[in-house]
C-alpha cells in the first residue's frame, strides 16, 4: 500500500493552524500511525489508530480520516514543532508517507 | 523508563553481512512485539521487519526478504537484525522499535517508543 504526503513542505508561523494530508493508494480503514521525526532524532508516535492522541503528546495535535484520506492537524503551532511528520498504514505491512517537512517563518 | 538502544552499526564493506543489537530496558520485554526500521541520510522511514512476542512469528519488507533477519533473546531483553550482502543501499540509520500494545499477536504495528539508531556506512 503506497502513502503520499501532501505537501511536501510548509512554512508557518507561530501560532498558525497547520494541515497535512496523507492519502492510501487502498482502503486502510482507521489503521494510520502519525509520526514526528524532529532534525537528528528517533521519531515519535504522535497519533494512533487515524485519531487516537499518543499519552502525552500536546492536545494541539490531532488526526482525522478513514478509509484512503487522512489529516494531521497542529493548532497554535509552536516553535518546538518543527520537524519533518509521516503517516505510516497497518492495514497491511507496514509502509510510511515520504514525510512533510514542517518549518517555522 | 522504557530504554532502547541499538549498536553494532559501523563501517561495512559491500557484499558482507551485519548483525545489528538492540538492548532493551524498562518493560517486560517478553510480552512486547518489536521492530526494526531504517532511514537512508536524508530520506524517509522505511519498515524492515518485526518479530512477535515469543519469536515464533517474523515478517519483512517485501523489498529486503531473504536478506534480512530478525531474532529475540527474551531471556537477555535484546533484539537482533541480521543482514546479509550489504551494498550502497543499505547505508542508512536503524532503530529498533517496541510495540505499543502488550501481549499483542503477532503485533500491532504502533511504535511507540524507539531507539536513538545506529549508523551503518557500506563502503570498500
Known amino acids: 500500500i503506497q502513502m503520499t504526503q501532501s505537501p511536501s513542505s510548509l512554512s508557518a508561523s507561530v501560532g498558525d493552524s497547520v494541515t497535512i494530508s496523507c492519502q492510501a493508494s487502498?482502503?486502510?480503514?482507521?489503521?494510520l500511525n502519525w509520526f514526528q521525526q524532529r532534525p537528528g532524532k528517533a521519531p515519535k508516535l504522535l497519533i494512533y489508530?487515524?485519531?487516537k492522541l499518543e499519552t502525552e503528546v500536546p492536545s494541539r495535535f490531532s488526526g482525522s480520516g478513514s478509509g484512503t484520506h487522512f489529516t494531521l492537524s497542529i493548532s497554535s503551532l509552536q516553535a518546538e514543532d518543527i520537524a519533518t511528520y509521516y503517516c505510516?498504514?497497518?492495514?497491511?505491512?507496514?509502509?510510511f508517507g515520504q514525510g512533510t517537512r514542517l518549518d517555522i517563518k | 523508563q522504557v530504554r532502547l538502544v541499538e549498536s553494532g552499526g559501523g563501517v561495512v564493506q559491500p557484499g558482507k553481512s551485519l548483525r545489528l543489537s538492540c538492548a532493551t530496558s524498562?518493560?517486560?520485554?517478553?510480552?512486547?512485539?518489536m521492530y526494526w526500521v531504517r532511514q537512508a541520510p536524508g530520506k524517509g522511514l522505511e519498515w524492515l521487519a518485526v518479530?512477535?512476542?515469543?519469536?515464533?512469528?517474523?515478517y519483512y519488507a517485501e523489498s529486503l526478504k531473504g536478506r534480512l533477519a530478525i531474532s529475540r533473546d527474551n531471556s537477555n531483553n535484546t533484539l537482533f537484525l541480521h543482514i546479509d550482502r550489504l551494498t550502497s543501499e543499505d547505508m542508512a540509520t536503524y532503530y529498533c522499535?517496541?510495540?505499543?500494545?502488550?501481549?499483542?499477536?503477532?503485533?500491532?504495528?504502533?511504535?511507540?517508543?524507539w531507539g536513538k539508531g545506529t549508523l551503518v556506512a557500506v563502503s570498500s
Open positions: 505510516q498504514q497497518y492495514e497491511s505491512l507496514p509502509t
Open positions: 518479530i512477535s512476542l515469543e519469536g515464533t512469528l517474523k
Open positions: 489508530d487515524a485519531s
Open positions: 522499535a517496541k510495540d505499543r500494545e502488550e501481549w499483542r499477536m503477532p503485533a500491532s504495528y504502533k511504535f511507540d517508543f
Open positions: 524498562g518493560f517486560n520485554f517478553n510480552s512486547y512485539a
Open positions: 487502498q482502503v486502510i480503514k482507521k489503521n
